[in-house]
C-alpha cells in the first residue's frame, strides 16, 4: 500500500494522561505494568522504559472519569516479544490487577487492563508481519480471537520472578480514540495528516498507520456517534504524540493542518493541534 503522506518512519510516543490522584496511579503503573519513575516535578510525573518516556501523569484531585464522550479508548504498550508479554501476565496476577480481557488479533496477542481511573491499557506483542492475515482482497484482516493464556505463560515456563521493570525495548505501539464521527476523523488523520487506511471494522471503527503497519491509531464511534469532547476537568487523555523523523518532515505536516482550517499551539517539545473530535495531538521531531 503506497502511504499518503506521512513518513514511513513515524510512530506513536508518550501518552500524557490527567489523574485523580498521583500517588494511587504511580503505584499502579510501576507495581502493575512496570514502567519505572523518569522523573517528577510538583503534581506530574514521567514513566517509561530504560530508553524513553511513555506515560505522562498530571494530577486533579477534583477530576472526574467522564462518560460517553470522545477520548481515550486506550493506549497499547508493544513489548519486544511474546515472553516479555508472559511477564506482563505474571505482573498482573501477582499484583491482583483486574483485567478486562485477553485478544488474539492475527497481528498481535494482547491482555487489556484499565488504571485506577478507568484509562484503558493495552499490552501486546507483534506477531512478525509475514504472519499477518489478510484478506482475499489483499486487505489486513485483523481479528479478535481467544487468547492461548497457556500457551503465553509458557515462554517463561518454569515462571520465574517476572522482572521488575519492562524491557528497555517496550515502546507505544499505538493509540486507539472514541472520537464523534467516524468520516470526520478519517479526512483529518489519512487526509490531512497523512496516514493511511489499513481496515475498517463493522462501520464504526477504523485504523491508520504509517509504513505498513497494522495500525497506529485506531478511531472509533463506540461512545454514540456525534459524542461531545470531555468536560476539561475530567481524567483520561491530555494528548498523544506522534513522532515524525525530521523537522522538514513536522513542517509539512504543520502546512497540511494549516491548510486544511485546523489550529496549532507552539508546545514545549513541538506542535499541539487536536483532532475535530477535540483529541489532542503533540506532533514532535
Known amino acids: ?5 506521512i513518513p ?5 510516543g508518550a501518552v500524557h494522561l490527567t489523574v485523580s490522584n498521583l ?32 506515560v505522562i501523569l498530571s494530577e486533579n484531585p477534583n477530576a472526574k472519569r467522564p462518560s460517553r464522550t470522545t477520548g481515550l479508548y486506550h493506549f497499547a504498550i508493544l513489548v519486544p516479544g511474546r515472553a516479555e508479554l508472559a511477564y506482563a501476565l505474571m505482573r498482573l496476577s501477582r499484583t491482583h490487577a483486574s483485567v478486562q480481557g485477553f ?8 491482555v487489556y487492563l484499565t488504571d485506577p481511573d478507568g484509562n484503558g491499557i493495552e499490552i501486546y506483542w507483534d506477531r512478525p ?15 479478535t480471537d481467544p487468547l492461548d ?47 493511511e487506511r489499513t481496515q475498517t471494522y463493522t462501520g464504526s471503527a477504523l485504523f491508520v498507520s504509517a509504513g505498513g503497519y497494522h495500525h497506529h491509531i485506531g478511531l472509533n464511534t463506540w461512545a454514540g456517534r456525534g459524542a461531545p469532547p470531555p468536560p476539561p476537568d475530567s481524567t483520561g487523555l491530555c494528548w498523544f504524540q506522534i513522532r515524525l ?3 522538514s518532515d513536522l513542517e509539512q505536516v504543520q ?31
Open 23 to 54: 500517588q494511587r496511579s504511580l503505584n499502579f503503573y510501576r507495581q502493575t505494568t512496570g514502567l519505572a519513575l523518569l522523573g517528577q516535578a510538583g503534581n506530574q510525573v514521567t514513566l517509561g522504559s530504560d530508553l524513553e518516556p511513555l
Open 1 to 5: 500500500m503506497a502511504n499518503s503522506g
Open 129 to 143: 508481519p509475514a504472519a499477518w492475515p489478510y484478506d482475499s482482497h489483499g486487505e489486513l484482516n485483523m481479528t
Open 255 to 285: 502546512k497540511r493542518i494549516l491548510s486544511h482550517g485546523g489550529q496549532i499551539q507552539e508546545h514545549a517539545q513541538g506542535l499541539l493541534t487536536h483532532d475535530p473530535s477535540q483529541n489532542g495531538v503533540l506532533l514532535t521531531a
Open 149 to 195: 493464556v497457556e500457551a503465553v505463560l509458557a515462554e517463561v515456563q518454569p515462571a520465574p520472578v517476572p522482572p521488575e521493570y519492562i524491557s528497555p525495548h517496550t515502546r507505544i505501539g499505538h493509540i486507539h480514540l472514541h472520537v464523534s464521527d467516524l468520516e470526520i476523523a478519517r479526512r483529518f488523520y489519512v487526509n490531512t495528516l497523512g496516514f
Open 103 to 110: 485478544a488474539d488479533h492475527g497481528v498481535s496477542e494482547a
Open 8 to 12: 514511513a518512519q513515524t510512530s506513536i
Open 245 to 247: 523523523p525530521s523537522q
